[in-house]
Every structure is written in C-alpha cells, then in structure tokens.
C-alpha cells in the first residue's frame, strides 16, 4: 500500500512539474516576441535580431524570430538567408509568411520559365506551404502548362483538402480545358466521335461541380465561386436536358445563407498536437484527419456550418477521447468528444477550439 501511494504521489508531482514547465516556458516564449517586436517597430533591427537569436539559442521557438532573422539577412546575405528560411520552413511548414519570403528568392526577373522552376522545387520540398503551391501553380499557367498546374492544386489539396484557391482553380482550369473539347463535337451529335467524348467531357463538368460546391462551402459569398457555380450547372443542363429543372435550382440557390462561423485549434498543450475531426459539410459529416499542430502553434481550418463538431486528439503525454460518436481512425476505432458551438459564434463568427493538457 505504500508503494502505491508513494506512487500515485510521485505521479501527481510529475504532472504537475510538467505543466508548471510549459506555463513558465510559454510565458517565456511571449517575453522574447514581446522584446523582439518592440525593438522592431522602434526600427531597432539588430536588437530585434539579437533577440530573436537568443531565443532559439536557448530553445524558445517562434516564426516570429526566424521572420525577423531571416528579412534581416535576405538582402545583404541572401544565401544565408535562405538558409535560415528553410529551417524556418521545417519547424513552421504551414506558415504563410515564410512561404511568401521563399517565393521571393524564387523570382528570376525576366524569366517566367526559370521563375517557375525555382519555385516546383521550393514547393516540392515544402508541400505543406499553400502559399508556394499557389506561386508555383500560377507560374506553371503562364507558361501555359496546365498540366502542371493541376498537378500542383492537387498536392495541395492532398495536404488540406479544403484549401480554398486550389479548389476554385483547379476547377475554372479543368473547365477551360474541357470546353473546346466540347465546342469540338457538339454540333456532331449521333457520331462516333460524340458518343465517345460526351460522356469523358460530362464526368470532366461534374468534376468541375465537386470542387465548386466544396469551394462554396468554405465561403458561401464568394462571387467568383456562385459566377462559376452557375455557369457549370447550365452546362450540365445542356449536356443532360432531363435534369434542367434541377439544375437551374442548384444554380439560383448559391447564393442561400447558412449559419455559419470560422474553426480555428488553438494547440496550447507545449506539445506537438495530432487532431482528427468530424464536421459536417453539404449535409454529410465527413472525417478529417490528421491534423499536426507544433506547439503553441494557432490556425484557421474552414467554415463550418453546423453548430456540433466531433474530435479526437493526441500528443506524446496526453490524448481528448470521448463517448459522444466513434470513428475509424487507422484502423481502430476512436471515441469522440461532441462540441457545440453557440448560436451567436454560428452568426458568420469565429469558434477557437483550445486543447490543455489538464491539471492533475
């Protein structure tokens, strides 16, 4: 009975030193931003990058002193510049800012070409990095390699499937792509050759729909997103007169309001976060996972427009399981925890879910 008490002590104490630990090391990491960016916006670069130095030198991370760092030593050193940024981009691979300073050094004035080279291979070494993939992708259309393009939104969306840009322009791409396809036979109808491509270029149109619908989901207001909604739906009418009817309703009805409000996951653990989710989209609850968040590390995942939302989460010391839905997550079965989300945050508001380690 000692021992066991003994143990159940020991535990508690440990747990309790690990939490006091990460408190007084995230406080630690804000005192550093604090003095980094204060020196900043007084126009004290080399105080600012003295700072931030320090602070990694003595393990407290944050993408605000590799941002200062690196933009310090961009111009005047950019080799090691970028060297700094790669590291940068390893610890922070989401990022955006970095991704923006990568495609800067990626820019060959006068050559789209060169241009478009440079940024692939940024992009292929920091697929998770949105931002690269859209420099990357942008360049390959001026190039008129669409192909490429293509390739590229689909990395991206293997990475976030609800990234935003790749959906909407993968699909105006695949739709240009297709319509001269269609301009081609559609005055050929009961040949060969129309029978044969009608059906490739109706799967090619709904393929366009798939992602206008996930796009629209994301950001129902989008003008672009309703333009080319409406365009695609009368198309299909066209090709598929029988579902006209339906058709045309889908294409008014874009521009419905639905309640809804911005995820964010706030990872305050002081450990790297594995987040699987169930949200509902279009009706259906679909599964997302997994999610990686370093430590401290905040970001924006989509709209969601249903007040319940479904999770499970881990980290080396901890995990958040729950009784409320199951899932099949690696080939087990995960218990969820259900969050509801009020009426007000659903108001076009912002709901933060905030995973903590718990006190013992």
């Not at 508690?12 to 406080?27: D, L, M």
């Not at 990234?163 to 105006?172: C, D, V």
């Not at 609850?285 to 997994?290: G, Q, S, V």
């Amino acid at each position: 009975m000692k021992k066991l008490i003994l143990l159940i002590i020991i535990t508690i104490t440990i747990g309790s030193t690990n939490t006091n630990a990460q408190s007084a090391h995230k406080k630690r990491v804000k005192e550093y931003e604090e003095k980094v960016l204060t020196s900043y916006n007084d126009s004290d670069i080399n105080a600012a990058v003295s700072y931030a130095k320090e602070a990694l030198s003595n393990g407290y991370k944050s993408p605000i002193f590799y941002n200062v760092i690196v933009r310090s030593i961009a111009i005047s050193n950019p080799v090691e510049g970028e060297k700094m940024l790669i590291k940068a981009l390893t610890e922070y691979p989401k990022e955006p800012a970095f991704g923006k300073i990568m495609a800067s050094f990626c820019l060959v004035e006068g050559n789209i070409g060169a241009t478009y080279k440079k940024l692939a291979k940024a992009f292929a070494d920091h697929p998770q990095n949105a931002i690269l993939g859209d420099y990357a992708a942008s360049y390959a259309n001026k190039l008129g390699n669409i192909g490429a393009a293509l390739e590229i939104y689909k990395k991206m969306l293997d990475s976030d499937a609800n990234n935003f840009n790749a959906l909407l322009y993968s699909s105006i791409l695949i739709f240009n792509r297709t319509v001269p396809i269609y301009n081609e036979i559609k005055d050929k109808k009961g040949t060969a050759q129309y029978t044969c491509k009608i059906q490739e270029i109706v799967t090619k149109y709904k393929e366009v729909k798939s992602l206008l619908e996930r796009a629209h989901e994301i950001d129902p207001d989008n003008e672009d997103v309703n333009k080319e909604l409406k365009s695609i739906n009368k198309c299909l009418s066209c090709l598929n007169p029988s579902n006209s009817e339906a058709s045309d309703e889908s294409a008014n009805n874009v521009h419905t309001p639905k309640k809804r409000c911005k995820l964010y996951i706030d990872n305050s653990t002081g450990e790297e976060l594995n987040l699987a989710l169930q949200v509902e989209i279009n009706g259906k609850r679909e599964t997302k996972y997994w999610y990686t968040f370093k430590p401290w590390e905040k970001s924006y995942m989509f709209y969601v427009s249903n007040e319940r939302i479904y999770y499970y989460a881990k980290t080396s010391t901890h995990k958040w399981s729950g009784k409320d839905a199951l899932m099949d997550i690696d080939g087990s079965g995960k218990g969820l925890i259900r969050k509801i989300i009020s009426e007000e945050k659903m108001d076009n508001g912002v709901y933060t879910l905030t995973l903590k380690i718990p006190k013992e």
